[in-house]
T-cell receptor, first 116, second 110 residues
Framework: EAEVAQSPRYKITEKSQAVAFWCDPI?????LYWYRQILGQGPELLVQ????????DSQLPKDRFSAERLKGVDSTLKIQPAELGDSAMYLC??????????????FGPGTRLTVL | GDSVTQMEGPVTLSEEAFLTINCTYT??????LFWYVQYPGEGLQLLLK?????DKGSNKGFEATYRKETTSFHLEKGSVQVSDSAVYFC?????????FGQGTELSVKP
């Protein structure tokens, strides 16, 4: 069964360092999402791509976060510099076609980031 | 803005007990509604969904009915198992992205 792949699964870093997370969506899925899940809370959208274009990055802290999906397939989320408050689970999801409300979002296993 | 509110956890039940997890939403229009489940250390899995009023989503013994009049989408299961222990998230769609509730942790004891 096709799955969303993410790496690394766990990342520990010191504040002010740079970190990067990678996501490979299900083959053929045009829409890719990055969510941040703080412990004890529900996920919140950081950025949504349709193919290689950003559809929604209104909640992305652009002073330190960046995301790209250059060829419209896999994606990288970067944080530079990392802050203590960035400790969270970073989830990637993908959906087929046009990302409409009827298309299920499939989630990867997530990357758990700990900033010391 | 649009939001999703779930009953607070943790919820602790004995095996074979009846489960209800309340979920209400605020919305303009009629969003699609979802329940996702997250097992320890894993990502989210779609449990069930409903796309219009009065739809009933069901899967693995879980059910939820889209109630427009009460803006609710409560999750129910008639007889829970230890393997159902997880965190459950209610969510609504907004322009393609998902808006999640805060999650309800369920612990089922044998």
């Amino acid at each position: 069964e096709a799955e969303v792949a993410q790496s690394p699964r766990y990342k520990i870093t010191e504040k002010s360092q740079a970190v990067a997370f990678w996501c490979d969506p299900i083959s053929g899925h045009a829409t890719l999402y990055w969510y941040r899940q703080i412990l004890g809370q529900g996920p919140e959208l950081l950025v949504q791509f349709q193919d290689e274009s950003v559809v929604d990055d209104s909640q992305l802290p652009k002073d330190r976060f960046s995301a790209e999906r250059l060829k419209g397939v896999d994606s990288t989320l970067k944080i530079q510099p990392a802050e203590l408050g960035d400790s969270a689970m970073y989830l990637c999801a993908s959906s087929g076609m046009d990302g409409s409300s009827y298309n299920e979002q499939f989630f990867g296993p997530g990357t758990r980031l700990t900033v010391l | 803005g649009d939001s999703v509110t779930q009953m607070e956890g943790p919820v602790t039940l004995s095996e074979e007990a009846f489960l209800t997890i309340n979920c209400t939403y605020t919305a303009t229009g009629y969003p699609s509604l979802f329940w996702y489940v997250q097992y320890p250390g894993e990502g989210l899995q779609l449990l069930l969904k409903a796309t219009k009023a009065d739809d009933k989503g069901s899967n693995k013994g879980f059910e939820a009915t889209y109630r427009k009049e009460t803006t609710s989408f409560h999750l129910e299961k008639g007889s829970v198992q230890v393997s159902d222990s997880a965190v459950y998230f209610c969510a609504r769609n907004q322009g393609g992205k998902l808006i999640f509730g805060q999650g309800t942790e369920l612990s089922v004891k044998p």
